[in-house]
């Protein structure tokens, strides 16, 4: 997660040890972008998403994993991911994405707008 803190635009970069302090985390400090794992203590990812997703203003989400198999990729978007990166191959695309999404967040491109590129 450090190379996701020293992109342009990012500001606090936090991690949570499992699905019910990720979304403890997420109620507190409403981020504008959650980058969540599949595969977690507790309750799965796939749980915890459509939770971040029930509040006002609900943060982007980009599920990234080595979980990558195509039901769950379906399932994430199904559920309201912007995207499913698999951690072997994709983290250049992660922060990507990431930087541009938290740009948008900052006002650099139109509202609305979604970021350019991949929603694997």
């Known amino acids: 997660m ?12 936090t ?4 699905g019910e302090s990720g979304l403890e985390k997420a109620r507190r400090t409403r981020p504008h972008i ?7 203590p507790g309750i799965s990812g796939l749980e915890v998403l459509p939770r971040l997703l029930e509040v006002e203003s609900p943060p ?3 599920m990234f994993t080595n979980y990558p198999y195509e039901q769950a990729r379906g399932r994430a978007m199904d559920l309201g991911a912007s995207a499913m990166l698999d951690k072997a191959s994709e983290l250049p695309l992660l922060l990507d994405l990431v930087g541009r999404m938290a740009e948008e967040a900052a006002g650099g ?3 609305g707008a979604p970021p350019e590129g991949p929603a694997r």
């Open 2 to 13: 450090t190379a996701l803190s020293a992109l342009s635009h990012v500001g606090t970069v």
């Open 15 to 18: 991690t949570a040890q499992d």
């Open 34 to 40: 959650v980058v969540l794992d599949v595969r977690l």
């Open 60 to 62: 982007r989400v980009v």
């Open 109 to 111: 491109a139109s509202e």
